[in-house]
T-cell receptor
Framework: AQSVTQPDIHITVSEGASLELRCNYS??????LFWYVQSPGQGLQLLLK??????LVQGIKGFEAEFKRSQSSFNLRKPSVHWSDAAEYFC???????????FGQGTRLTINP | NAGVTQTPKFQVLKTGQSMTLQCAQD?????MSWYRQDPGMGLRLIHY???????DQGEVPNGYNVSRSTTEDFPLRLLSAAPSQTSVYFC???????????FGSGTRLTVV
């Protein structure tokens, strides 16, 4: 069965600092991987996705993620965070041909001014 | 373009009551899903549908029913509400599930 682990429940970084959010997945075949962001009181918005090809994928809002098969990881990064990036971030995995996603527990990001 | 619309936004139920959470999308998406979000547990799939007339269970289907009579609508029914169903419920849709889902803004349900 698929599973996703986000080891960090809460991360605090200073505005302008770099960011990396960790995501580890478990799935027997080639995974389809996603990062979503949720602002307070809002639904989820897709940041980026990986299906195949280049293991470094670019998303919206200046985010990128790198797929590392050997480590079963799909970490999200941003070179310089802005106060508006404060939100909760969810990693998700979908199986080939599946119509459903399995989500991690989420990482809450706080930005210090 | 409204996207995915969920109603109501907030609801308080008494234990044992039934109700239907509404979800509608205007993007002609084939795939639709219902998730519940609880603190520290991420989002868990309740039911999903890959087209009109086709539904299937997710991780946590007990206590919930769905139907998909049209492409646009995917209502979620709580048969007999329990306090354990207190949660935030999200509906999502996609033209092809693997290309990312569009989420509604959620329904916050409290069962007392």
């Amino acid at each position: 069965a698929q599973s996703v682990t986000q080891p960090d429940i809460h991360i605090t970084v200073s505005e302008g600092a770099s960011l990396e959010l960790r995501c580890n997945y478990s799935y027997g075949a080639t995974p389809y991987l996603f990062w979503y962001v949720q602002s307070p009181g809002q639904g989820l918005q897709l940041l980026l996705k990986y299906f195949s090809g280049d293991t470094l994928v670019q998303g919206i809002k200046g985010f990128e993620a790198e797929f590392k098969r050997s480590q079963s990881s799909f970490n999200l990064r941003k070179p310089s965070v802005h106060w508006s990036d404060a939100a909760e971030y969810f990693c998700a995995v979908g199986a080939l041909g599946a119509q459903k996603l399995v989500f991690g527990q989420g990482t809450r990001l706080t930005i210090n001014p | 373009n409204a996207g995915v619309t969920q109603t109501p936004k907030f609801q308080v139920l008494k234990t044992g009551q039934s109700m239907t959470l509404q979800c509608a999308q205007d993007m002609n998406h084939e795939y639709m899903s219902w998730y519940r979000q609880d603190p520290g547990m991420g989002l868990r799939l309740i039911h999903y549908s890959v087209g009109a007339g086709i539904t299937d269970q997710g991780e946590v289907p007990n206590g919930y029913n769905v139907s998909r009579s049209t492409t646009e609508d995917f209502p979620l029914r709580l048969l007999s509400a329990a306090p354990s169903q207190t949660s935030v419920y999200f509906c999502a849709s996609s033209s092809q599930g693997l290309y990312g889902y569009t989420f509604g803004s959620g329904t916050r349900l409290t069962v007392v």
